[in-house]
């Protein structure tokens, strides 16, 4: 099989659900942007030492999967695999377990420190884009309104993940 189709040469894809659409539909841009974050989270495991870091890192890689194929799926198909509200209490119980152990904020930080937490910080970044990006589509399209809240959580606990990187 060939990697490449062609089919996307004049400026068109498939989406999940197989309709025809320009690549720059809100559906693509959402799902590119999810997939983007993903990559840039890929690319800090490589920098990134802490095991028991890294598997909560690939478990919110699998947690992206999810939310790309919930995002481009009917919202009335039961059958499909959607973000959870546990999905979200674990990043919320994770960052406050987390928020304890480290120094108490009291200014801004800069988005810097050593290439593991720059690269989070970085993967941070993507994350706001990728949930205004699911919000631009979510005018479009219904979707499960977890996304966002599982976004904006989850560009939290990349925030704590980041700091925790640089102690």
């Known amino acids: 099989m060939k990697i490449y189709t062609k089919k996307g040469d004049q ?3 498939s989406a999940l659900s197989g309709e025809n659409v320009f690549k720059d539909n809100p559906l693509i841009e959402a799902s590119g942007a999810i997939d983007e974050l993903n990559s840039i ?8 030492e802490k095991n028991s870091i890294k598997e909560k890192i690939e478990r919110e890689q699998t947690n992206l999967y999810i939310l790309g194929a919930d ?3 009917d919202i009335k198909d039961s059958n499909e695999k959607r973000l959870k509200p546990e999905d979200i209490n674990k990043l919320e119980t994770e960052i ?3 928020d304890t152990k480290l120094p108490k904020l009291t200014s801004f930080i ?3 420190g050593n290439k593991s937490s720059s690269i989070i910080h970085y993967a941070r970044s993507v994350c706001r884009r990728t949930e205004r990006r699911v919000i631009t ?3 479009s399209r219904e979707i499960n309104k977890l ?5 904006n959580r989850l560009s939290d606990w990349l925030f704590i993940i980041a700091r925790i990187l640089n102690n």
């Open 110 to 112: 800069r988005p810097n």
């Open 11 to 13: 400026g068109k894809t």
């Open 147 to 151: 996304s966002y809240k599982y976004l």
């Open 41 to 48: 989270l890929g690319l800090a495991l490589c920098f990134i």
């Open 137 to 139: 589509l979510s005018k």
């Open 96 to 98: 406050d377990i987390w």
């Open 71 to 73: 995002i481009s799926s």
